[in-house]
């Protein structure tokens, strides 16, 4: 089938055009993207070709989030500028997001314990294992990172939060890592590992409240499924 430019395009339709006429919000992530790239290929529109791009990352912008310029530029048509451009927008989400949760500090559920880590821990390839610390009112003193590892692991060293938990004052704290591989589940070593930490901290009255396992848009709450 014989591609129809973009400028061949009712004004409604087109990308630029669209967003003039109807607001950022009316626009799909394939017509933003195609915005960034200006152009496509012989074969495809920009749009065509954003569509194809996220749909090889399953339309998700964390998973596109994570292709390097190398990656990009196999595509026909995006060359180092446009997967350069592309790059760029998407860590200026990531970075307006945590920009956003800075100004959270009170946690209330596994949600919003969530919202806050995600940002960190969601497009990792490698496993990180993060402590929120709280004061009595469950507001956000501080949060640090613990421990990481390879694709499947990592080193926690339970004295190290039991010090960090006292220097900051902390009465609870939520504990928190992510599974690049995908997979929800704790493993037998993430439940022995969250009742050890508990064990040492109830010596110094610091409760942990939570273990969230964090899987790109998803995550598993400890104290949600009652293992906590």
């Not at 610390?133 to 949060?143: K, Q, V």
């Amino acid at each position: 089938m014989n591609k129809i430019p973009i400028t061949a395009w009712d004004n409604s339709d087109k990308p630029r055009e669209k967003m003039m006429l109807k607001g950022k919000g009316a626009l799909s992530d394939a017509e933003l993207v195609a915005i960034l790239m200006g152009s496509g290929n012989t074969k495809e529109t920009a749009v065509d070709l954003a569509k194809r791009i996220l749909s090889d990352n399953n339309n998700n912008l964390l998973e596109l989030s994570r292709k390097s310029i190398s990656d990009l530029t196999k595509y026909s048509g995006v060359g180092e500028a446009k997967a350069i451009s592309i790059i760029a927008a998407l860590e200026l989400g990531q970075r307006r997001r945590q920009a956003s949760v800075i100004e959270k500090k009170k946690v209330t559920s596994s949600n919003d314990a969530f919202d806050y880590l995600s940002i960190y821990l969601s497009d990792l390839l490698h496993e990180e294992f993060w402590v929120i610390f709280l004061n009595r009112a469950n507001e956000i003193i501080s949060h640090k990172i613990i421990g990481e590892g390879g694709a499947t692991s990592t080193v926690v060293d339970v004295k190290k939060i039991a010090r960090l938990a006292i220097d900051h004052h902390a009465t609870g704290l939520i504990l928190a890592h992510n599974h690049p591989s995908g997979n929800l589940r704790p493993s037998e070593q993430d439940v022995d590992l969250t009742r050890k930490i508990k064990n040492a901290l109830e010596l110094f009255d610091i409760s942990v409240l939570d273990h969230l396992i964090v899987c790109s848009s998803k995550f598993y709450s400890f104290a949600d499924e009652g293992e906590i």
